[in-house]
């Protein structure tokens, strides 16, 4: 028996890769079809082979975390890439992304791209939304499409770990991988003006080898609902609210009419940001307004 990661997922067949960084072409036994179990991209398996194109996946290991879009498991970093313009910047979007990812208990990491667009004006905000985000503890890098400014202090971040880049369609996120390492040649889809957002390119999921690190070449999240996020959970999901539940009078407090609550008083002062808390209750109330699950 052979152990290895599936690093692609293709019409029906796993291609996995061992440690010496050789790929076998698998498929998947049929008691996972019987016990309703995808093997996916991320994967540790253990499996039997013939020859290098007639493998069989015999065994899945414990996942850490999985993805339903993309299909992917184990992942330890989630990058969300966000463009300060065209299409502008969306906080709201953004911490939506952050929540999710947390959710999940992924590593997030923000790249503001497309800041040579910017104006004088534009470029501060920026900035301020930087510090904003690096003070709640985001490790968050402004990057300029054009002439590369940024990308050669990026390499660090892929490092051992396996890598999903995130963000809403247009931003950049095939544009960086590209830039990160050209003989990759992704396809980029071109915005559309008349749509105001940019076209899916990606066709399956692959893990490519990246600084060390293996980096899915699939957009993450491309549903965006809290389907699965309890009510009780999200303040978890903001860690400048996580790192106050102890200090709320109440146990469970939901932070927003109970007396004595940490996280408002932090909001008060300006320790948390107004936004941050803006965001927070409108995706409280969109959890609480949704349809039970049967």
Same mark, same amino acid.
């Given at each position: 028996?052979?152990? %290895?990661?599936? @690093?692609?997922?293709?019409?029906?067949?796993y291609?996995?890769?061992?440690?010496?960084? #050789?790929?076998?072409?698998?498929?998947?036994? +049929?008691?996972?079809?019987? /016990?309703?179990?995808?093997?996916? =991209?991320?994967?540790?398996?253990?499996? *039997?082979?013939?020859?290098?194109?007639?493998?069989?996946?015999?065994?899945?290991?414990?996942? #850490?975390?999985?993805?339903?879009r993309?299909? @992917?498991?184990? !992942?330890?970093?989630?990058?969300?890439?966000?463009? $300060?313009?065209?299409?502008?910047?969306?906080?709201?979007?953004?911490?939506?992304?952050? =929540?999710?990812?947390?959710?999940?208990?992924?590593?997030?990491? @923000?790249?503001?791209?497309?800041?040579?667009?910017?104006? $004088?004006?534009?470029?501060?905000?920026?900035? #301020?939304?930087?510090?904003?985000?690096?003070? @709640?503890?985001?490790?968050?890098?402004?990057?300029?499409m054009?002439?590369? /400014?940024?990308?050669?202090?990026?390499?660090?971040?892929?490092?051992?770990?396996?890598?999903?880049?995130?963000?809403?369609?247009?931003? +950049?996120? &095939?544009?960086?991988?590209?830039m990160?390492?050209? &003989?990759?040649?992704?396809?980029? %889809?071109?915005?559309?003006?008349?749509?105001?957002?940019?076209?899916?390119?990606?066709?399956?999921?692959?893990?490519?080898?990246?600084?060390?690190?293996?980096? $899915?070449?699939?957009?993450?999240? &491309? #549903?965006? *609902?809290?389907?699965t996020? *309890?009510?009780? *959970?999200? &303040?978890?999901?903001?860690p400048?609210?996580?790192?106050?539940?102890?200090?709320c009078?109440?146990? +469970?407090?939901?932070?927003?009419?109970?007396?004595?609550?940490?996280?408002?008083?932090? =909001?008060?002062?300006?320790?948390?940001? $107004?936004?941050?808390?803006?965001?927070?209750?409108?995706?409280?109330?969109? !959890?609480?307004?949704?349809?039970?699950?049967?």
């Amino acid at each position: 028996m052979e152990e %290895g990661r599936i @690093i692609k997922a293709l019409s029906g067949f796993y291609y996995v890769k061992t440690e010496d960084g #050789s790929i076998y072409q698998c498929r998947g036994r +049929g008691v996972f079809r019987n /016990q309703n179990i995808t093997p996916l =991209v991320g994967d540790l398996v253990t499996f *039997e082979y013939e020859d290098p194109n007639e493998g069989y996946i015999m065994e899945i290991k414990p996942r #850490s975390n999985e993805l339903v879009r993309p299909p @992917i498991a184990n !992942i330890t970093q989630a990058i969300i890439v966000t463009s $300060a313009k065209a299409p502008d910047f969306n906080e709201t979007l953004l911490d939506r992304f952050l =929540v999710l990812i947390e959710s999940r208990d992924i590593q997030p990491v @923000i790249f503001i791209t497309k800041m040579d667009l910017t104006s $004088a004006a534009e470029k501060e905000k920026m900035e #301020s939304y930087r510090k904003l985000y690096e003070n @709640i503890g985001y490790r968050t890098e402004l990057l300029s499409m054009k002439d590369g /400014q940024g990308f050669n202090a990026l390499e660090h971040y892929f490092k051992d770990h396996i890598t999903v880049i995130a963000g809403q369609s247009g931003v +950049g996120k &095939s544009t960086i991988l590209n830039m990160l390492d050209d &003989s990759l040649d992704l396809k980029t %889809g071109e915005i559309s003006e008349s749509l105001g957002r940019g076209r899916h390119t990606t066709r399956h999921v692959e893990l490519l080898e990246m600084y060390n690190g293996l980096v $899915a070449d699939t957009p993450g999240f &491309s #549903s965006l *609902e809290f389907d699965t996020l *309890e009510a009780n *959970e999200l &303040s978890y999901c903001f860690p400048e609210f996580r790192e106050r539940l102890g200090d709320c009078k109440f146990r +469970g407090c939901m932070h927003l009419k109970e007396p004595k609550c940490a996280v408002k008083a932090a =909001v008060s002062t300006g320790e948390i940001a $107004a936004s941050r808390y803006g965001n927070y209750v409108r995706f409280l109330e969109e !959890i609480m307004l949704r349809k039970p699950r049967y």
